[in-house]
């Protein structure tokens, strides 16, 4: 499991996402705190904006930032976004009005909108080999599970001592810090890419190429049941526990563990068995365990109940997404993966963008038993399309033909581009007016500039 942190890169950025986490996870109690100073007790409607404010800034920024990343440096675009963000978590503990909560959460979170995908990206071309990135993978998983655990922990501890404001501060050092350690590493160098120069292509990319690929879109189907479980958890966990069972803080802290336990699970053994298998079988058990057990929580458990339930929805979600990046990387070329990673990040955000207020608003009308029923179902009903969108037989080398064209755009000669030039073409990749005869033959196949269909089975 722990492996890949002997490439030393891939330890130092790893390090580095560990520390942006755990000072994330800081802030967000400091948020929470500072939400009650300014709103009392319209605190929870103030906190409840900034997450969808932090939602539409995922779901908006991350394809105009993954349609260019291709051109930018990625180390120096790493390290301004995070010195971004500590600039604007350092406001925070100025702040005196409401909307300047709001316009701040936004602007950090477009700053993490372009930082998270593109960073994610780049892992595969630190770690080529699969099995050394499916490890990564996990460890990323059980970062982001270890955060949720750890950091409201930290948080208390610090406050017995200090003001909500020092959480701040210790959050925009950590993402400091995180920019130290990207600067200290050597990227590979960039990869090169055919891709048209118009800013709506770029910007659209790498939707298109998800939306058209279909092991993808079985990954957004799931991405939903995973919203559907995590809303529920997230938003209906301190109702359940305080209300209806007449639990205590310590047992909402309890329920929220079970959760992360159970994502921390999965994260630690799952990559072995990927070597031997392939991610389908994996994601779609973990979106059948998610509808079984939000329809399990229909049965009004007690609070040790409840926490297996919890647990159950924390496996099944990491069944989902610690795989996730093997997809991704499978179905981009090296120099298109920041803009799929993108898509990617964009589009399962907009699946918690509807999730969130739907497990807020059914909890509080139809109640919490008929709200894991509906969330229960449409986490299967997600799986289903899944299973259906996504076939068991998924080569990655696939036959396919190609029509003639003639079109214009920065390339090599490969087995696309075999034309003649007149000697003032340049090195590759050079761009001119060139043409494609037809042609038929067998590669590993993504959507591309040369390939904008997938092909018919």
């Not at 995180?178 to 709506?200: D, G, I, K, N």
């Not at 207020?357 to 229960?376: N, R």
């Amino acid at each position: 499991m722990i492996s890949p942190l002997r490439h030393p890169t891939f330890r130092r950025l790893f390090a580095a996402q560990v520390v942006a986490l755990a000072g994330t996870g800081l802030s967000s109690v400091a948020l929470a705190l500072l939400a009650f100073d300014l709103a009392g007790g319209d605190a929870g409607l103030v906190l409840g904006t900034a997450l969808a404010l932090k939602m539409v800034a995922y779901v908006g920024i991350a394809p105009v930032v993954g349609g260019f990343a291709h051109r930018l440096p990625r180390r120096q675009l790493l390290v301004a976004l995070d010195v971004a963000r500590a600039a604007c978590i350092l406001c925070l503990p100025f702040v005196t009005e409401i909307w300047q909560i709001y316009l701040l959460i936004f602007i950090l979170n477009a700053c993490s909108a372009g930082f998270t995908p593109t960073f994610q990206a780049t892992i595969p071309d630190i770690l080529p080999d699969d099995a050394q990135y499916t490890r990564a993978l996990g460890l990323s998983r059980l970062a982001y599970d270890i955060e949720n655990l750890l950091s409201p922990t930290l948080a208390a501890a610090a406050l017995v001592v200090l003001t909500y404001d020092a959480l701040f501060v210790a959050n925009a050092l950590a993402f400091l810090m995180s920019a130290l350690l990207v600067l200290s590493v050597r990227f590979p160098a960039r990869q090169p890419h055919e891709r048209a120069h118009w800013a709506w292509r770029n910007i659209s990319f790498g939707i298109l190429a998800y939306a058209k690929t279909p092991r993808l879109r079985g990954l957004l189907a799931l991405s939903l049941a995973v919203a559907a479980a995590g809303a529920m958890v997230i938003v209906n966990t301190v109702v359940h526990v305080r209300d209806r069972l007449g639990g205590t803080d310590s047992d909402t802290a309890i329920a929220f563990a079970a959760a992360g336990a159970g994502s921390m699970v999965v994260a630690l053994m799952l990559p072995r068995l990927l070597d031997r298998s392939a991610p389908r079988p994996f994601m779609l058990t973990g979106g059948v365990v998610l509808g079984s057990a939000l329809l399990l929580g229909a049965s009004d458990p007690n609070l040790l109940g409840l926490g297996v339930i919890w647990f159950i929805l924390g496996a099944g979600s990491s069944l989902i997404q610690t795989p996730a990046g093997q997809l991704l990387k499978r179905s981009a070329r090296e120099g298109d993966r920041p803009s799929v990673y993108s898509a990617q990040f964009a589009l399962s955000h907009g699946c918690w963008l509807v999730a969130y207020p739907l497990a807020g608003w059914l909890g509080s009308t139809i109640g919490l038993s008929a709200t894991s029923v509906v969330l229960g179902l449409l986490a299967l009903a997600s799986s289903a399309v899944a299973m259906w969108t996504w076939s068991a037989h998924d080569p990655s080398d696939l036959e396919h033909v190609h029509e003639p064209v003639e079109h214009e755009h920065p390339h090599f000669h490969d087995e696309h581009h075999s034309h003649e030039h007149e000697g003032w073409e340049g090195p590759e990749p050079h761009h001119h007016a060139h043409r494609h005869a037809a042609l038929k033959h067998r590669h590993r196949y993504v959507i591309d500039l040369h390939h904008t269909t997938w092909p018919e089975r």
